[in-house]
């Protein structure tokens, strides 16, 4: 029975959002094979499968080349540190994922026959000089910036699956991923979600950089696992974005997070870090139309159960 099931690879498996997708995968019944080497991962995020016979996790650096036994329906490659103390803490690691493992997760992909399909992030749009970004936008990125190695790492993930879909036909899928929040997130890892929700867990001020002013459009993750599945089995290759458009600035969102704790709010002032974009909002015409997508979780009901997953970590 298990061999008539369709499998799917997702590197970086035990990450924040891929893990959500594996969960996902399984509920639309394939069978899932995850990679992860466990720079930003956690094995916890995928612990609740670890009777399931349908899922597989295997420890491996997909910058390293990698193989499969069997068939093999779908690759997602979602390997990738993506935060802003990963960009200063490994860069290298941050770069290889988008580009060395890029091309051994295409070529596993071109060896199966399977669909592929990466994930990019609204990051290759850089500081963003319209609004909102749209995916006919090629973006202003600062390519030797501190946030160079992610901007580029996923501009360069892009180009080659571009090239790879050219060349040898192979049938890709490019999802670029806006602001994403929910359970699992790492609380350390330097975004405003487990930041301000941390924070005002410990009874701490909530660092502001800036004058809190830039804005950002926060997507719940099912929502967004919900859009990169129907995106795999559509017959569109060229980028998609997938957000929330709901835009709000980040002051804002400091003020939804105390209202949420009843808590006075309390700003620790700090100068905004260089290439900070400035606006962040998704224009979602495109998925929409194609993947009769758009995002369903309110933003109370998702911050809701974010702050309760990381109750967990930081009151234990």
């Not at 160079?148 to 050219?166: F, G, I, L, N, P």
């Not at 957000?243 to 006075?264: C, D, S, V, W, Y």
Request: some cysteine; aromatic content about 10%.
């Amino acid at each position: 029975m298990g061999k008539s099931l369709k499998t799917a690879v997702v590197t970086g498996g035990a990450g924040f959002v891929p893990s959500h997708l594996v969960d996902k995968l399984l509920a639309e019944g394939l069978r899932v094979i995850a990679f992860d080497n466990f720079v930003t991962g956690n094995a916890r995020n995928v612990s609740h499968l670890s009777n399931n016979d349908h899922f597989k996790l295997i420890e491996h650096d997909v910058s390293v080349p990698f193989d499969v036994e069997g068939d093999v329906d779908f690759v997602f490659h979602m390997a990738s540190p993506a935060s802003p103390i990963d960009y200063v803490q490994i860069p290298i690691e941050t770069l290889k994922a988008g580009s060395y493992a890029s091309h051994n997760a295409l070529d596993l992909a071109l060896r199966k026959n399977a669909v592929y399909l990466v994930a990019s992030t609204s990051e290759v749009y850089g500081d963003p000089e319209i609004h909102p970004q749209q995916e006919t936008y090629w973006g202003n990125v600062n390519s030797i910036g501190l946030r160079s190695c992610y901007d580029e790492a996923k501009r360069y993930a892009e180009a080659v699956t571009m090239a790879y879909h050219r060349m040898h036909g192979l049938d890709t899928k490019i999802v670029r991923i806006f602001n994403t929040y929910g359970p699992r997130m790492r609380l350390d890892d330097g975004r405003v979600v487990p930041a301000f929700i941390g924070q005002a867990l410990r009874g701490e001020p909530m660092t502001m950089f800036g004058d809190g002013s830039q804005t950002r459009s926060f997507c719940y993750v099912t929502d967004l696992v919900e859009g990169i599945w129907r995106l795999a089995n559509s017959n569109f290759h060229e980028p998609v974005n997938c957000g929330n458009p709901h835009e709000m600035t980040i002051l804002q969102f400091a003020e939804a997070i105390a209202r949420h704790f009843k808590i006075e709010l309390i700003l620790d002032p700090r100068p905004l870090p260089p290439d900070d974009p400035k606006v962040r909002q998704p224009d979602i015409s495109r998925a929409r139309e194609i993947l009769q997508w758009e995002p369903v979780v309110a933003f109370d009901e998702g911050i809701k159960q974010t702050i309760d997953y990381f109750r967990d970590f930081v009151l234990q």
